[in-house]
């Protein structure tokens, strides 16, 4: 799906002059201390509870209003979701929980997902969209043709995946055929992400800047990667100058928050004119 920012206030400055030094050094001192999924009250609203929507839990075909703190404790498929100033939906930390919807779901209030650890995976999905309705253009109001997740006002997305590293790069060359590859830093990988290790073989090879492998990964030990297939192309070290050699990036594609469309029908996540700090983490 496609994010986008609508603001009033765009900080076009060069992102050197934005980015503090020690970023990378603070980084990786959050990844390690991140604190634990915060574990909602036992007296919080229930989805499953008939009672938290006044008699009947929403469907397939109903929009379902949510004007308090309510606890998503179940996978469920609705026509779309209103959270209203005030209301919270809240993915339950300790279980993984799928919402599906067809249509837009609008955060006024709050919007989160904090898994308690990486077996949790948290997924709001937008299924049948028709992206032939879409207007699109400078709105500043959510439209009920361009279907996703709209954040609005004072609306917080609250999405804090499982720390992992996201982008690194192999530690030696990798040759067609391998099915294991040895990487700079495989932190948080597990069995089943999906990884993509990226060209560079040289340009005179017909071809060679499609050349990227997308894999499943099967097992990690330590820095080695088993891969579900073996590589369809060479990734070779390649010396740009004397003495400075560059390895093939490699990315982790896998998050266990997702916000996500699917291939015959995209969504797409638009912040209008938001008001308060979003907190967006390994998502």
Do not use: C
């Amino acid at each position: 799906g496609a994010g986008l920012v609508a603001n009033r206030w765009i900080d076009d400055s060069p992102v050197a002059d934005r980015r503090p030094a020690d970023r990378g050094a603070r980084r990786a001192a959050d990844a390690q201390t991140t604190p634990g999924a915060p574990q909602p009250p036992p007296d919080i609203a229930r989805w499953s509870d008939p009672a938290t929507w006044g008699g009947q839990v929403p469907g397939p075909a109903d929009v379902a209003g949510v004007s308090q703190p309510v606890l998503l404790d179940v996978d469920a498929a609705v026509a779309g979701v209103q959270v209203a100033e005030g209301g919270e939906l809240i993915f339950d930390p300790a279980a993984s929980r799928t919402l599906t919807s067809t249509g837009n779901v609008v955060v006024a209030g709050a919007l989160r997902a904090r898994p308690a650890d990486a077996s949790v995976r948290h997924l709001l999905a937008f299924a049948g969209v028709d992206e032939s309705r879409f207007v699109g253009d400078h709105t500043m109001t959510p439209l009920d043709s361009d279907v996703g997740l709209w954040v609005i006002g004072a609306g917080i997305l609250d999405l804090v995946g499982t720390p992992k590293k996201a982008w690194t790069h192999l530690a030696s060359g990798a040759d067609a055929g391998d099915t294991t590859i040895t990487v700079a830093d495989a932190s948080g990988w597990q069995a089943g992400d999906e990884v993509v290790v990226t060209p560079t073989e040289s340009t005179e090879a017909e071809g060679s800047a499609e050349h990227h492998d997308r894999r499943v990964v099967r097992s990690v030990d330590g820095a080695a990667v088993t891969l579900d297939r073996p590589l369809a192309y060479a990734h070779p070290a390649v010396t740009v100058r004397e003495g400075v050699t560059h390895m093939a990036e490699v990315l982790n594609l896998s998050r266990n928050v997702s916000v996500e469309g699917t291939p015959e029908g995209r969504a797409h996540v638009i912040l209008l004119d938001v008001r308060a700090a979003q907190t967006i983490s390994h998502v």
